[in-house]
């Protein structure tokens, strides 16, 4: 065989190789991608959780500094006010984003 037949050979091999190769790492790319994304909905659904978790003790401590017990009218009445500040303040800081920009 001469040297001329063995690059022919070997540039046919690395050509039939590379689309193989490259459909092989595109595929371990968008695997990565797909685990990535689920990971992050999984991370954010953990978070929006303990998020709520941690308001709901904030509202019932906060509630009974105040004297008012977790199954009375008032206690219902005292976290609808906490939501409303809450919601208020978001609403404050996303104004306030939005006017340094």
Known sequence: MTPSETDHRRDSLISSVTPVAMA???LVVIFVLGV???HG???Q???ANAETAAIET???AFCATLGITQNSFLFARCRS???DIRRAHQQRLA???I???
Request: overall charge negative.
């Open 81 to 83: 006010g906490l939501a």
């Open 24 to 26: 092989f790492v595109g």
């Open 41 to 43: 909905r999984t991370l």
């Open 58 to 60: 904030e509202d019932a």
């Open 36 to 38: 990535a994304y689920n």
């Open 95 to 97: 104004s306030d984003a």
């Open 99 to 101: 006017g340094s920009f």
């Open 45 to 47: 659904q953990e978070t």
